[in-house]
């Protein structure tokens, strides 16, 4: 028995045709537009903005001669390509709170912290940032929690807290960039068409030396700089919280080890 699909197109017509330069660069240019003035100017919600913007594609796209089915067609298989990637960030999201809790993030920062040092402070704040961030998988979410331990704990140092904020976005960024947990991370092995560890390996031919000359230079600055004192009130203060809330032991370190572990393999 067959079956008959009522189907809507745009008129017959229309002749399909290759998109040049200009057109090609319409939707994005109005998007960048939308956001900056509607988000960035005028505070609008940005959802409405990107829905227009995706009318502003689909004007163009029917301007190129596609009908509907064909623009259906392909939203449906950008949906298909990007679902595993998606179902893996629900995931780390259920991951990270979980890590949370148990401990295994609280135990890096406590150890990190008590690593700090007023003359090295500017290479401490870089590694300790980009261990939390290759462990969590978010550069916003380093430099939120460890990132404002760090930037308390310098001012309290009299440490330069403008070098400091600097590298603790570097290193909150490299450790994103890096991590198998990041969003973008594993969204872009998936439009690339290429896998998440193998994606990572490469990344590392670039990411490794600028880590190298970043760690060289910021050990020059601490060797230059006049060295303090290295207790503090706020060390202290957020270390004891933590150590009142946790039990830290090894095994916390487990479900980082099994995570990251792949990324060590031949």
């Given at each position: 028995m067959s079956h008959k699909h009522d189907t809507t197109t745009f008129p017959d017509d229309i002749e399909e045709k290759p998109p040049s330069l200009g057109w090609s660069l319409v939707p994005l240019v109005a998007m960048l537009v939308l956001l900056a003035v509607g988000y960035g100017v005028l505070g609008l919600a940005p959802e409405p903005l990107l829905i227009l913007s995706a009318i502003i594609a689909g004007l163009v796209a029917l301007r190129m001669g596609l009908g509907w089915e064909e623009m259906l067609l392909g939203i449906r298989e950008k949906l298909d390509t990007a679902m595993p990637a998606l179902l893996v960030l629900i995931s780390i999201g259920i991951l990270i709170g979980t890590w949370m809790i148990a401990g295994t993030i609280p135990m890096m920062i406590y150890?990190?912290?008590?690593?700090?040092?007023?003359?090295?402070?500017?290479?401490?704040?870089?590694?300790?940032?980009?261990?939390?961030?290759?462990?969590?998988?978010?550069?916003?979410?380093?430099?939120?929690?460890?990132?404002?331990?760090?930037?308390?704990?310098?001012?309290?140092?009299?440490?330069?807290?403008?070098?400091?904020?600097?590298?603790?976005?570097?290193?909150?960024?490299?450790?994103?960039?890096?991590?198998?947990?990041?969003?973008?991370?594993?969204?872009?092995?998936?439009?690339?068409?290429?896998?998440?560890?193998?994606?990572?390996?490469?990344?590392?031919?670039?990411?490794?030396?600028?880590?190298?000359?970043?760690?060289?230079?910021?050990?020059?600055?601490?060797?230059?700089?006049?060295?303090?004192?290295?207790?503090?009130?706020?060390?202290?203060?957020?270390?004891?919280?933590?150590?009142?809330?946790?039990?830290?032991?090894?095994?916390?370190?487990?479900?980082?080890?099994?995570?990251?572990?792949?990324?060590?393999?031949?």
């Open positions: 150890y990190g912290l008590g690593l700090i040092s007023a003359q090295f402070i500017v290479l401490i704040a870089f590694v300790i940032s980009a261990i939390v961030s290759v462990i969590t998988g978010t550069s916003w979410g380093s430099a939120g929690t460890v990132g404002v331990a760090l930037m308390g704990i310098a001012a309290g140092l009299d440490a330069p807290l403008a070098a400091t904020a600097g590298t603790i976005v570097a290193g909150a960024y490299f450790g994103d960039k890096l991590s198998p947990l990041s969003d973008t991370t594993n969204l872009a092995p998936i439009a690339a068409g290429t896998t998440l560890w193998e994606h990572i390996r490469h990344m590392l031919y670039t990411t490794i030396p600028a880590t190298v000359v970043a760690l060289a230079l910021y050990l020059f600055v601490g060797i230059n700089q006049q060295s303090g004192g290295t207790d503090s009130d706020q060390i202290t203060a957020v270390t004891g919280t933590l150590d009142s809330l946790f039990s830290f032991n090894v095994l916390l370190l487990l479900p980082m080890l099994i995570v990251l572990g792949p990324l060590c393999q031949p």
